[in-house]
Every structure is written in C-alpha cells, then in structure tokens.
C-alpha cells in the first residue's frame, strides 16, 4: 500500500467544477453504498483507521471508518446528480444546510487524501514531537491518552500514560499513535 501523491489527489478531486460533499450512511453500509455509488460513476471517498478492541479476552484489530456514518461522494451541483446519491441504496441522505447539498472544504478532503493510501486507509503521524497529546491505536493500551516524550530512529516512540494516578513510560510503535 503507497502513499497516495499529489498528481494522484489532483486527479481524484476531480475538474473544476466538481465538488466533495458528505452522505450520511445507514447503519453498517458503508460497503454498499460506496460500491453503488461507484456503480453509478460517481467519484466515493472512505477514510479508514485500525481501531483495537477487546473482545472475548483478546484484542482484536479492523478497519472501521474515520468518521462513522458518513462517505465522501465527489460530483458537480449543478447538473443535479445529488438526488440520485439520496436515492442510493445504503444512503440515507447527503448532509445539507437549506435546500441544497453543503460541499466540504476542497482542502479538508485533500488533506484528508495526502493522510491515506490508496486504499483508504489513514496512515500514521510522520511528525510527532515530544510533548504532543496521542491516543495509542493498537493493543492492550488501545484508546489511552499519552504524551509523547521521546521519538527514537527505529520507528518507535516512548509516551507516558497516566495508569492509575501514576506515569508509566511506555514504547510503541509510531504506526500505533493517532494525534488526540
């Protein structure tokens, strides 16, 4: 999985006068509605991260949405193509401020596609500094808050949790941090 680049991002946000908007998902069909939303030709985006979980005694790892219950859909306004995103199966409607669909900050989503790979999938932080607030991703530690207190060379990180009233010094990998 590579880095997307920005030739790759420009091509992705599209001409001119295409713009990005968010669709409100139903519940667990994000799946579907991305692959009907491309069967229709319409540009998708869906923003990725691992999130860690316990469930039954061990940790477990997938892949869920960066933001649950919304997809990034890209096309023109002005041809009137968005009644036909809220009439998608797996859509419940796209998200709106009076009569007409809200597009997203062109930036935001650029952004937003620098930060993934090709499949979507955020990629970790390349620019922690000592001091920055993280939340650890992965393990048995998944979902604390820590402070980063050192960066190594070898793609690790020492970070301080507060476990109990008490800072414990810990090392992770940098891929197991998202900035808080």
Request: proline share 6%; charged share 10%.
């Given at each position: 999985m590579d880095r997307i680049n920005v030739v790759e991002v420009?091509?992705?946000l599209g001409s001119g006068d295409t713009s990005w908007f968010l669709a409100q998902l139903k519940p667990n069909?994000?799946?579907?509605?991305e692959r009907?939303?491309?069967?229709?030709?319409?540009?998708?985006f869906l923003p990725m991260e691992e999130q860690t979980r316990q469930c039954n005694g061990?940790?477990?790892?997938?892949?869920?949405?960066?933001?649950?219950?919304?997809?990034?859909?890209?096309?023109?306004?002005?041809?009137?193509?968005?009644?036909a995103v809220n009439s998608t199966s797996g859509i419940t409607k796209l998200v709106r401020f009076g009569e007409k669909p809200a597009a997203v900050p062109l930036d935001l989503v650029s952004q937003l596609l620098l930060r993934c790979d090709d499949q979507g999938k955020l990629l970790p932080l390349q620019s922690l500094t000592p001091g920055d607030q993280v939340t650890?991703?992965?393990?048995?530690?998944?979902?604390?808050l820590a402070e980063v207190e050192k960066i190594s060379p070898n793609q690790r990180a020492w970070v301080l949790l507060d476990v109990m009233g008490s800072h414990t010094k810990v090392s992770v990998r940098l891929d197991h941090l998202r900035s808080a």
């Open positions: 420009q091509m992705v069909s994000s799946k579907i509605a009907n939303l491309n069967q229709q030709g319409f540009k998708t061990k940790f477990v790892t997938t892949l869920r949405p960066l933001f649950p219950g919304y997809i990034f859909v890209a096309f023109d306004l002005t041809q009137g193509l968005w009644q650890l991703t992965k393990g048995p530690f998944a979902n604390f």
